[in-house]
């Protein structure tokens, strides 16, 4: 990692730091997942963006099985270092849903509502369709 | 908090859940912060964002010395139930360095550049000039 950012990032206490994925050119907020360091510099040297999976505790490049990747256009530090705004370029969906975003609920009229259709079938991206 | 956030919301160890706060119009991601469940519940009901200082171990009512206050727009969750993001409408600015967001370093060039100016002098927002 280049070391201005060795020097800035404060990573938590498993090495993670929360890394918030926004569309360059629309401002739309796709995401939020986690990057260790690893997961740091492999996006920073492909320019393709690579997370970590809490949840599988690896690697975790998007897309690899969707095909749905997020190309790199600008790696941004909060004021504390402790979190990330990575602007991407979105292919396809960020959503494991099929939804455009992870956003998709929203606190309406005391209950929560989906505010965002599926675009693309889950099973299509994932799945072992014949 | 109302039932289906209740039922929704996954809260890490601390009883805390990552919040990103966007510009409601401009779609500029000011900040990111922490909420407990009674921040959020102190936010839905008087729709000023109220966060949890993981530092000061109090609620943070965001703007109560600076005024620079977020009135919310809306209250989205994510599709893991474990990230918000909250539209607003920010005051004035949301960095407490002055400048209008936090992410205001980006990686250019092998190094981490300042991309913002400030526009609010800090010590005229929490110091005691006279």
Same mark, same amino acid.
């Given at each position: 990692m280049i070391d201005a950012l060795e020097k800035t990032l404060k990573f938590n206490a498993d090495g993670l730091i929360p890394a918030i994925a926004q569309q #360059?050119?629309?401002?739309? %907020?796709l995401m939020m997942a986690w990057m260790n360091r690893d997961a740091i510099r492999e996006t920073l040297d492909t320019g393709i963006v690579c997370y970590w999976t809490r949840s599988r505790q690896k690697l975790w490049r998007k897309?690899?099985?969707?095909? #749905?990747v997020q190309t790199l256009v600008d790696f941004r530090v909060d004021c504390d270092g402790d979190t990330l705004l990575l602007l991407v370029d979105q292919k396809g969906v960020a959503c494991h849903t099929g939804r455009h975003n992870c956003f998709f609920r929203s606190v309406r009229e005391g209950d929560l509502e989906? @505010?965002?259709? %599926?675009? @693309?079938?889950p099973e299509s991206m994932y799945g072992d369709k014949k």
């Amino acid at each position: 990692m280049i070391d201005a950012l060795e020097k800035t990032l404060k990573f938590n206490a498993d090495g993670l730091i929360p890394a918030i994925a926004q569309q #360059h050119d629309t401002g739309e %907020v796709l995401m939020m997942a986690w990057m260790n360091r690893d997961a740091i510099r492999e996006t920073l040297d492909t320019g393709i963006v690579c997370y970590w999976t809490r949840s599988r505790q690896k690697l975790w490049r998007k897309g690899e099985t969707s095909g #749905h990747v997020q190309t790199l256009v600008d790696f941004r530090v909060d004021c504390d270092g402790d979190t990330l705004l990575l602007l991407v370029d979105q292919k396809g969906v960020a959503c494991h849903t099929g939804r455009h975003n992870c956003f998709f609920r929203s606190v309406r009229e005391g209950d929560l509502e989906t @505010i965002a259709d %599926v675009e @693309i079938d889950p099973e299509s991206m994932y799945g072992d369709k014949k």
